[in-house]
């Protein structure tokens, strides 16, 4: 994995396909560990740093310092839901 600057979270999928990794400045991506090749970089999905991030088969789950957590479809590449909270999202799972 190479360009990714500032990781503040990372995860690696159940089966070590896929590494999912968060940025200091909001953005989420996703390494296909075996083709050496990014599936999404760069998207842009907090607001603040990624704090935690999980991912399952289809779906990968942030939570941030701006006090959102978010699940994004991996595969239609489109946000399905946004998680308002009182405080930073220091860790969420995904199963």
Do not use: Q
């Not at 907090?46 to 479809?73: T, W």
Request: charged share 20%.
């Amino acid at each position: 994995m190479t360009n990714i600057k500032d990781v503040s979270s990372i995860t690696m999928s159940k089966c070590g396909k896929y590494t999912v990794t968060g940025t200091s400045d909001g953005k989420i991506n996703i390494y296909d560990t075996k083709n050496k090749k990014f599936m999404r970089k760069n998207l842009k999905i907090h607001e603040g740093p990624v704090i935690s991030i999980s991912i399952s088969k289809n779906f990968v789950l942030s939570g941030g310092k701006d006090n959102k957590a978010v699940l994004y479809n991996v595969y239609s590449n489109k946000i399905e839901s946004v998680f308002f909270h009182d405080a930073p999202v220091a860790s969420v799972a995904i199963s």
